[in-house]
């Protein structure tokens, strides 16, 4: 491989690590003779770094230069850092040889805003075409949409890659014009409508015709930045429901915000990212799409913030005993959900095997339930431990969260709780 190329690599693969939403899921995308690459079945094997984030993509930046200045982006403009740009035939050849060299599977790709957002697009488009028509290359690709860049470029895009995302970064558009004033949300949520109707277009079409391409079979998602301004909990969470809305819309990816420009007096002075308070919204993310939560459930004008020192379930339910102790031999799937310690599969678990006699915390211990913290809201067959109204949320809380006299991490962000 050409010195060159190596030294692009190493300059854009470092700029790039700053965007978490790269991983790969929900498309059937198979091999064809004579082709390469295969997304079939469970979608991409993922490597996880020590930090979590995926790696099994070569997530690359077409470049790091930008013509924008945003506060929070190690690559705005004013920065002074090494620059470094690949060809469209670069990059291609790039992929095509970590792949068969069997480091990858797939493509993550972004890229700074060069001349103008069409531009861009342009380019990344034909990064995306090339390998699929040139190379026939059958691999996982995700591409970003640059904000701003023109419905047939996004429409063009949607046929050669997998999934489509546009970073909305900051949860309100005051605060995105206070940190990066040359962005809007118009710009933001304009390719993301034109994804959605993509998707749904394809859709229609594969009803009619079985054969007719698809777009963006994985979806679409987006990123935000949590941390860099004031935004509460509560605010990002709506956001992001709103954005669920969507048919579209897989995942909202929360980014805990790293102090990379700390000269920039218009950004908060943090150690290190808010990283428990991205793992809380995480979880919230997760009872929002998969557990039947409401925003105003997990977080209201009482709490806007979400507790850091229990999750997000357990918290709801320590706010509200009135609904404990649930009766697992007669609970409805819902109310099954809402308890600390069972998970979506346990209470399917559940449903079906009280069909065929009561269940008993033996039972519920191997069905995989977190028995810890869901022996205090429930009752079942032989249970001898106080539920959370014999004790109190008080005493519940204490015994489910850090232990006493265990100092607190004080690089973290803290939110007092009345008790």
Request: glycine fraction near 6%; charge should be positive.
């Amino acid at each position: 491989m050409d010195e060159s190329v190596i030294d692009k690599l190493k300059i854009l693969a470092e700029s790039a690590k700053y965007d978490v939403s790269c991983s790969s899921s929900g498309t059937t995308r198979s091999n064809q003779k004579g082709g390469i690459g295969n997304a079939a079945g469970w979608g991409i094997c993922h490597s996880f770094a020590e930090d979590g984030r995926c790696i099994s993509l070569l997530k690359i930046m077409l470049t790091n230069h930008c013509i924008y200045d945003c506060a929070y982006c190690i690559n705005r403009r004013s920065n002074d850092l090494k620059r470094a740009t690949f060809s469209v035939t670069e990059l291609v050849n790039l992929t095509i040889e970590f792949y068969r060299r069997n480091y990858i599977e797939g493509l993550f790709l972004s890229s700074g805003v060069v001349r103008n957002p069409d531009y861009t697009m342009e380019r990344l488009v034909r990064v995306a075409k090339d390998l699929r028509l040139v190379h026939r290359f059958n691999g996982y690709i995700h591409l970003k949409s640059i904000p701003g860049a023109s419905r047939e470029l996004v429409n063009e895009a949607g046929l050669y890659a997998d999934r489509l995302s546009v970073n909305i970064e900051i949860p309100n558009e005051k605060s995105l014009q206070l940190l990066a004033p040359e962005k809007d949300f118009q710009s933001v949520f304009k390719p993301m409508s034109y994804i959605q109707q993509g998707v749904l277009e394809s859709a229609e079409e594969r009803k009619k015709y079985r054969y007719a391409p698809r777009f963006a079979p994985a979806g679409q998602s987006t990123q935000m930045i949590v941390g860099a301004t004031a935004e509460t909990d509560k605010d990002i969470l709506q956001l992001s429901s709103a954005l669920y809305q969507r048919p579209s819309m897989k995942r909202v990816y929360y980014s805990g915000y790293i102090p990379v420009n700390t000269y920039d007096n218009r950004l908060p002075v943090l150690k290190q990212a808010p990283l428990v308070r991205e793992n809380r919204l995480y979880q919230a993310d997760w009872l929002l799409r998969f557990y039947q939560f409401k925003v105003d459930e997990i977080v209201n004008d009482a709490y806007p913030d979400l507790d850091l020192e229990v999750d997000p379930k357990l918290s709801w339910a320590l706010r509200n005993p009135q609904a404990f102790p649930v009766d697992i031999n007669r609970a409805d799937y819902e109310m099954l959900l809402r308890v600390p310690g069972i998970g979506v599969k346990s209470a399917k678990l559940i449903l079906v095997s009280r069909r065929y006699g009561r269940l008993g915390a033996l039972q519920l211990k191997k069905m995989g339930i977190v028995m810890k913290k869901a022996q205090y809201f429930i009752t079942c067959n032989e249970l001898p431990v106080r539920t959370i109204n014999e004790l109190s949320p008080l005493s519940v809380r204490s015994l489910l969260s850090r232990k006493p006299g265990r100092k607190a991490d004080d690089r973290q962000q803290v939110i007092q709780f009345e008790e």
